[in-house]
């Protein structure tokens, strides 16, 4: 196996940085280019802003070598595996890899509980209720971000920015406001680290596409408002990125193989374009063969041993979850294609694959 995410420069490294930079413990290699800006500027201001879904593949086709975002993208660098938000933002977040965090795609399979979960939705996969189980085992996940550690130490200011709710974040009801509440956080005096969390263009990308004139004028705004809000800075380091890409995607609905829906356990999991299965022990044998007879077109299937020995979730102590969660078998689209099971949201355009149109994203660096 191949992995093609860079494990020396993505997320997790830029995370790394920022916790060397505040004075804290930090597993993984740090970003060169970031720990010599901030320790020859020494900045007060430290503020993450990532655009969700706003790949670099994406930008270099919707914005002009003259936009601010272009000008101002120092490197291409490659998310973590797999090309999602719940893995890639808590990477972001925490300075872990998926391997060490577990928070591994949007449907999670939970070993404590028997359980595949929606984790961002404390809900069992396809349901809407909370699973109150899940909650009980929840913190055998990593839980405590980089804010987190700032605020315990009691040293240094920090503060999270999301437009719903989550935790202690500030909740933010649109563009202006979001730029606003920063501004007025740069502010105050004291060296700080500010992490600012945009669903868009993401989740208008799922339903028309990266390519669409609406995402387009989505991604046009914000590089024209990150550029007035720089204008306003002072003593900051503003560091922009995104999570992932996207890729229009074509569903293929596995209600159609009965026969191939047979042979697994329990529902699949993680993503539809990074699928775990797992495998009754009485097709384990087979299984593989018959996955690429119908599907080895689109996808390429990795056993268990395969996915651990390649470190694709990147290197670092597993969560005590992550084993049981990746199951027997992994796929991963290399075409745009999707494997839709009872419970899954079926989107127009989707990420988790590894076509550079998802893994590739924009470390956008702005000193004042």
Same mark, same amino acid.
């Given at each position: 196996?191949?992995?093609?995410?860079?494990?020396?420069?993505?997320?997790?490294?830029?995370?790394?940085?920022?916790?060397?930079?505040?004075?804290?413990?930090?597993?993984?290699?740090?970003?060169?280019?970031?720990?010599?800006?901030?320790?020859?500027?020494?900045?007060?201001?430290?503020?993450?802003?990532?655009?969700?879904?706003?790949?670099?593949?994406?930008?270099?086709?919707?914005?002009?070598?003259?936009?601010?975002?272009?000008?101002?993208?120092?490197?291409?660098?490659?998310?973590?595996?797999?090309?999602?938000?719940?893995?890639?933002?808590?990477?972001?977040?925490?300075?872990?890899?998926?391997?060490?965090?577990?928070?591994?795609?949007?449907?999670?399979?939970?070993?404590?509980?028997?359980?595949?979960?929606?984790?961002?939705?404390?809900?069992?996969?396809?349901?809407?209720?909370?699973?109150?189980?899940?909650?009980?085992?929840?913190?055998?996940?990593?839980?405590?971000?980089?804010?987190?550690?700032?605020?315990?130490?009691?040293?240094?200011?920090?503060?999270?920015?999301?437009?719903?709710?989550?935790?202690?974040?500030?909740?933010?009801?649109?563009?202006?406001?979001?730029?606003?509440?920063?501004?007025?956080?740069?502010?105050?005096?004291?060296?700080?680290?500010?992490?600012?969390?945009?669903?868009?263009?993401?989740? *208008?990308?799922? +339903?028309?596409? @990266?390519? #669409?004139?609406? %995402? =387009?004028?989505?991604?046009?705004?914000?590089?024209?408002?990150? &550029?007035?809000?720089?204008?306003?800075?002072?003593?900051?380091?503003?560091?922009?990125?995104?999570?992932?890409?996207?890729?229009?995607?074509?569903?293929?609905?596995?209600?159609?193989?009965?026969?191939?829906?047979?042979?697994?356990?329990?529902? *699949?999991?993680? +993503?539809?374009? @990074?699928? #775990?299965?797992? %495998? =009754?022990?009485?097709?384990?044998?087979?299984?593989?063969?018959? &996955?690429?007879?119908?599907?080895?077109?689109?996808?390429?299937?990795?056993?268990?041993?395969?996915?651990?020995?390649?470190?694709?979730?990147?290197?670092?102590?597993?969560?005590?979850?992550?084993?049981?969660?990746?199951?027997?078998?992994?796929?991963?689209?290399?075409?745009?294609?999707?494997?839709?099971?009872?419970?899954?949201?079926?989107?127009?355009?989707?990420?988790?694959?590894?076509?550079?149109?998802?893994?590739?994203?924009?470390?956008?660096?702005?000193?004042?």
């Amino acid at each position: 196996m191949k992995v093609k995410n860079n494990y020396e420069e993505c997320l997790t490294n830029v995370a790394c940085s920022i916790r060397k930079y505040f004075g804290l413990d930090y597993s993984h290699k740090t970003f060169a280019l970031i720990d010599q800006i901030l320790e020859e500027k020494q900045p007060e201001n430290v503020i993450v802003m990532l655009f969700d879904g706003m790949g670099s593949r994406i930008l270099e086709r919707v914005l002009d070598d003259n936009s601010f975002f272009r000008r101002n993208m120092v490197k291409e660098i490659t998310t973590v595996f797999p090309a999602t938000t719940t893995a890639a933002t808590t990477s972001i977040r925490t300075g872990l890899n998926p391997v060490e965090h577990g928070w591994l795609g949007w449907n999670t399979y939970i070993k404590p509980i028997d359980k595949t979960i929606t984790l961002f939705l404390n809900s069992e996969k396809g349901k809407n209720e909370v699973c109150k189980e899940f909650l009980e085992v929840k913190n055998k996940l990593v839980t405590t971000t980089i804010v987190d550690e700032i605020l315990e130490k009691g040293k240094y200011q920090a503060k999270e920015f999301f437009p719903f709710k989550t935790g202690n974040a500030t909740v933010y009801s649109n563009l202006e406001d979001m730029f606003h509440l920063i501004g007025e956080e740069t502010k105050r005096k004291g060296k700080k680290f500010l992490y600012v969390y945009d669903d868009e263009p993401d989740h *208008t990308m799922h +339903e028309y596409g @990266a390519d #669409s004139d609406i %995402v =387009k004028k989505l991604i046009e705004e914000r590089d024209r408002k990150v &550029f007035e809000f720089s204008q306003k800075l002072e003593n900051s380091l503003l560091i922009v990125l995104a999570d992932h890409g996207h890729i229009q995607v074509e569903n293929i609905f596995l209600k159609n193989y009965p026969e191939f829906l047979k042979m697994l356990e329990r529902t *699949t999991s993680i +993503e539809q374009r @990074a699928v #775990s299965f797992k %495998v =009754k022990e009485e097709y384990l044998t087979v299984f593989i063969e018959k &996955f690429n007879e119908l599907f080895g077109h689109d996808f390429d299937i990795y056993r268990k041993s395969e996915i651990l020995e390649s470190k694709i979730f990147g290197d670092g102590i597993p969560n005590e979850l992550f084993e049981d969660a990746i199951g027997d078998f992994i796929a991963i689209a290399h075409s745009n294609k999707c494997l839709v099971t009872d419970g899954d949201d079926v989107l127009f355009s989707q990420h988790a694959g590894y076509t550079d149109d998802e893994i590739f994203i924009p470390l956008i660096l702005i000193q004042k």
